[in-house]
């Protein structure tokens, strides 16, 4: 069986967001696993005229990411849909809607999709009227991510980040749906009333929001953050480092009081259990796929509600010492259950019974 593999995500603007983190650990995981009876052949454009199967890691309903015609049997990734969920948020114009209808009849010829959530299943079944041939595998944590203890390296990138001692930390993108805005005006909320306890201002809380749109002005939505933080007079709280790159990354999530995924959907959120694998506990919405990502090992919020946020991320913050450590303990133990030789595995089998029914 020879399956080619698209990876384009690897090199366009999807290289540093969910889809292109999933196409490269899935791509490294899969090739560890080649033998005599399974070859991957990678491919960006012209598809492997000798491939058995196609499979695009990948899938975007605006753009033309499938071809109409298959020649070879064709599995696609469809992480999300979001876009056709909230149409208000993320309009998609006539030529959208034109790629949409297109993508959609692309979409239904294929053999199997695989996706991230049985959340993302159901809004597939219901928007492109799919039902028995949606896989779900779930995503695991990066293999980079762990908890660090060196004390050496967690000081240097003190030091080169000018971290402070006490903060909270959200790691991804600043599209709608991450609700960036409910974050920063409930962390604004946390603020105030932690001040009303002196003896908390001796170590202050501030927030590190870590990703390089933060830092791309030419970003409406960017320009629109830094005016709420500045309207909220939070600016001397609020730390933007821009991209930082895994192995640093694990550093903040070791030394962060909480993460906090504050998102009004997700196809499934690798942040939390980057964080939980890190012994980073984390508070996050209670929608969509988090719920299955997070299970019972996170404190839940109400996203539309920037009070119960506020409650919710403080009784983390306040929490004492032994209570926080049973906390990091059950959150690395239910990381652990989920794992790239898992997902590797589990599309190989989604090959294999594509194979079969040939």
Known sequence: MLVGFNIKPLWDDNKFRGTGVYTDLLFKYLKKRENNNFKLQEFDRDIPKNADLIHYPFFDPFFLTLPVVKRQPTIVTV?????????DKFPKGIKGEIKWRIQKYSLSGAKTIITDSFSSKKDISTLIGLLSNIK??????NPEMRAIKDKSFLSNI??????????LLYVGDINWNKNIYGLLSAFSLLKDKLA??????????K???VGGAFLNFSIDETRKIQKLIKDLKIENDVIMPGF????KLAAFYSLAVCYIQPSFYEGFGLPVLDALICGCPVVCSKNSSLSEVGGHFVTYFNPDDIYDMADKIGTIVEI??????LLILKGIGWANNFSWNKVADDTIKCYQEAYKNL
């Open 79 to 87: 992480h999300d849909l979001i876009p056709l969920i909230f149409p």
């Open 136 to 141: 779900v595998i779930y995503l695991a944590a």
């Open 158 to 167: 003190i030091k080169e980040y000018n971290l402070p001692n006490k903060f």
């Open 196 to 205: 009303m306890h002196k003896e908390k201002l001796c170590d202050p809380l």
């Open 207 to 209: 927030l590190v929001l």
């Open 244 to 247: 930082v790159e895994n192995a």
């Open 320 to 325: 004492d010492a032994s209570s926080r450590r």
